[in-house]
């Protein structure tokens, strides 16, 4: 069954570096997403992303957060600046569509740990 | 933030019995629900949906119960199975927006042998 894969799947960063999240979504998906869970806590959504832009955003994703599809497999987020509460599992997800009964698919996560 | 809420942070039962998930919400624009799976080190896995214009959703083992009027939804899993232990989590998107799933805290499942 076609999965999403991410990498790494732990990444350690100083603070205040600048880290790189790489997604491959499934490859008849559209719809690309960003999730992340702080330890302890809620899944949060991040931000959504179609036809080469965002679509939906929360508000944890400020400016220090961006994403992209560089290539046509790759969707990557990327903390220009991190912080200690950066730290948490960040969750790449995809859908065929963007509706509600195309259900997102997630990968298993990379685990974030600023140092 | 407690849009969506699972009250029972972790549920234990027999195998073979059934397992009974609960979900509230306190937002009315919420109109579609999902329930996802997940694993140890890995990422959570759909497993059935409703949406707000159905009471009950069932595929296989798996039923989904809607009480609109209550705000408040299950899942329910018979026979439960030892591979079924996961935490479970609620999820839920607001009319209008297809994107952004708002998720519960989860319920960690554990069935017994």
């Known amino acids: 069954e076609p999965e999403v894969t991410q990498t790494p799947s732990h990444q350690v960063t100083q603070m205040g570096q600048e880290v790189i999240l790489r997604c491959v979504p499934i490859?008849?998906?559209?719809?690309f997403y960003w999730y992340r869970q702080i330890l302890g806590q809620k899944v949060e959504f991040l931000v959504s992303?179609?036809?080469?832009?965002?679509?939906?955003k929360s508000e944890i994703f400020d400016d220090q957060f961006s994403v992209e599809r560089p290539d046509g497999s790759n969707f990557t987020l990327k903390i220009r600046s991190t912080k200690l509460e950066d730290s948490a599992m960040y969750f790449c997800?995809?859908?065929?569509?963007?509706?509600?009964?195309?259900?997102?698919?997630f990968g298993d996560g990379t685990r974030l740990s600023i140092l | 933030d407690q849009q969506v809420k699972q009250n029972s942070p972790s549920l234990s039962v027999q195998e073979g019995r059934i397992s009974i998930l609960n979900c509230d919400y306190t937002?009315?624009?919420?109109?579609?629900f999902l329930w996802y799976k997940k694993y140890p080190a890995e990422g959570p896995t759909f497993l059935i949906s409703?949406?707000?214009?159905?009471d009950k959703n069932e595929d296989g083992r798996f039923t989904v119960f809607l009480n609109k009027s209550a705000k408040h939804l299950s899942l329910h899993i018979v026979p439960s199975q030892p591979g079924d232990s996961a935490v479970y989590f609620c999820?839920?998107?607001?009319?209008?927006?297809?994107?952004?799933?708002?998720f519960g805290k989860g319920t960690l499942l554990t069935v017994n042998p």
């Open positions: 997800a995809s859908s065929v569509m963007g509706s509600s009964n195309q259900p997102q698919h």
């Open positions: 409703i949406s707000s214009i159905k």
């Open positions: 937002n009315s624009m919420f109109d579609y």
């Open positions: 999820a839920a998107l607001l009319r209008g927006s297809n994107y952004k799933l708002t």
């Open positions: 992303f179609y036809n080469n832009e965002i679509s939906e």
């Open positions: 490859s008849n998906h559209l719809y």
